[in-house]
């Protein structure tokens, strides 16, 4: 990826979930874009299971309400990442990796 290229992805609830049950949310600020499409954001926030504070505290959260075949059709033709534990552990490495640098 060149230096420019910007990194979006699309959140899904389980991710989003498990990350704000270990404190972690904030690993996902390695995005430029964190996409959040309304139905994630409904099971997580408005279930309670993260909270509103955690997410809106990224800067790069845009939250989406595009029915699902919409919202396909846009992450792929954004070419957008689908947050998943893959990505999640891709983050915490490049964090892990980016703390022995300094």
Same mark, same amino acid.
């Given at each position: 990826?060149?230096? +420019? +290229? &910007? ?7 389980? $991710? ?19 996409? &959040? $499409? ?5 099971? @997580?926030? +408005?279930?309670?299971?993260?909270? $509103? ?13 595009? $029915? ?6 846009? @992450?792929? +033709?954004?070419?957008l990442l689908f947050v998943t534990r893959a990505i999640v552990?891709?983050? &915490? ?8 640098r300094e």
């Open positions: 990826m060149g230096a +420019e +290229e &910007i990194i979006s992805a699309v959140a899904d609830s389980g $991710p989003l979930i498990h990350l704000a049950e270990i404190k972690a949310i904030s690993l996902l600020q390695v995005f430029d874009a964190l996409h &959040i $499409p309304a139905a994630v954001w409904v099971e @997580t926030v +408005e279930r309670g299971r993260v909270s $509103p504070g955690e997410l809106t505290g990224l800067t790069a959260v845009r939250r989406h309400t595009l $029915p699902q075949p919409e919202a396909v059709q846009f @992450t792929q +033709e954004n070419n552990e891709l983050a &915490i490495e490049q964090l892990r990796a980016h703390s022995r």
